[in-house]
């Protein structure tokens, strides 16, 4: 007959395999677990789970904070603090809900936002975004201005394919405020054709992009119409389309913070 193990000899061998196992229990933490244990004759898995359930919650939330400070996120959106009243004919919450579980990007679509600006499309698709990061996926936001200047000045450094492949590796790039950055096309006469690149190094992963030029005006936006109709066929292909037409949440905003009497100035 085998002689049992003393409790004692027991805990720390357990001590010793968490350490092994890189897992953060300290005595008391497991200490605290055998007396709930014992206190309320918890199964085998139910103690398990006291023991290191803790301990993987904050793991998976450090993962979660790492990936949205990785994603470079304008602001930290979330759905929860969407105004879904403002804009309710415009814009469908249940079809927002639904891609914000991120199955287009299991299935490697693309997701297009179009819009009049402050409609709350940027919004959106950060609390998508956010969604993602918690979701395990790897997310990197831009704008469309900020990916013409590091597309430029890599260009000029012969650093170009290496900054290519930092845009095809995360499983969601967001390219927020495409058709806003006028100055930088002008500055960067091949700022159409490095956009390009960037879409056609993502045939496998998820884009985003958010517009507020309509697709009818890509031609004379890129001053390129073969582009343009290139550049569409590979974003829009099993793409979800979203067009939203309604008012401006940047607009009552404004009109909101106005004190009265600058909007009724006295006679």
């Given at each position: ?17 968490f350490q092994t196992l890189g897992i953060p229990i300290s005595p008391e933490a497991l200490d605290a677990a055998i007396g709930l244990a014992e206190k ?150 091949q700022s159409a054709h490095l956009l390009y690149k960037v879409i056609t190094t993502r045939q496998k992963s998820s884009t985003a992009l958010i517009t ?56």
């Amino acid at each position: 007959m085998t002689k049992p193990i003393p409790s004692q000899t027991l805990r720390d061998r357990c001590l010793s395999h968490f350490q092994t196992l890189g897992i953060p229990i300290s005595p008391e933490a497991l200490d605290a677990a055998i007396g709930l244990a014992e206190k309320e004759h918890l199964p085998p898995l139910a103690f398990l789970d006291q023991v290191i359930g803790n301990q993987a919650a904050e793991r998976r939330e450090r993962s979660v904070a790492r990936r949205c400070r990785e994603a470079h996120f304008a602001e930290q959106k979330t759905l929860e603090a969407f105004d879904w009243k403002f804009n309710q004919q415009a814009i469908d919450r249940v079809q927002i809900e639904q891609l914000a579980t991120c199955d287009f990007i299991r299935r490697h679509a693309n997701l297009i936002f179009v819009g009049q600006s402050g409609v709350g499309k940027s919004h959106i698709v950060q609390a998508i975004g956010m969604r993602a990061c918690a979701l395990g996926h790897r997310v990197l936001y831009k704008t469309s201005a900020q990916l013409i200047t590091e597309l430029t000045a890599s260009l000029a450094d012969k650093t170009l394919p290496n900054r290519l492949r930092n845009y095809a590796s995360p499983e969601l790039l967001i390219i927020d405020e495409f058709g806003f950055d006028r100055i930088e096309r002008t500055e960067s006469p091949q700022s159409a054709h490095l956009l390009y690149k960037v879409i056609t190094t993502r045939q496998k992963s998820s884009t985003a992009l958010i517009t507020n030029i309509d697709f009818d005006a890509w031609a004379d936006y890129l001053n390129d119409g073969p582009l343009a109709t290139a550049f569409l066929d590979r974003l829009v292909e099993g793409a979800t389309i979203l067009k939203i037409k309604g008012k401006s949440y940047r607009a009552r905003k404004v009109k909101t913070d106005t004190p009265s009497s600058e909007q009724h100035p006295p006679s």
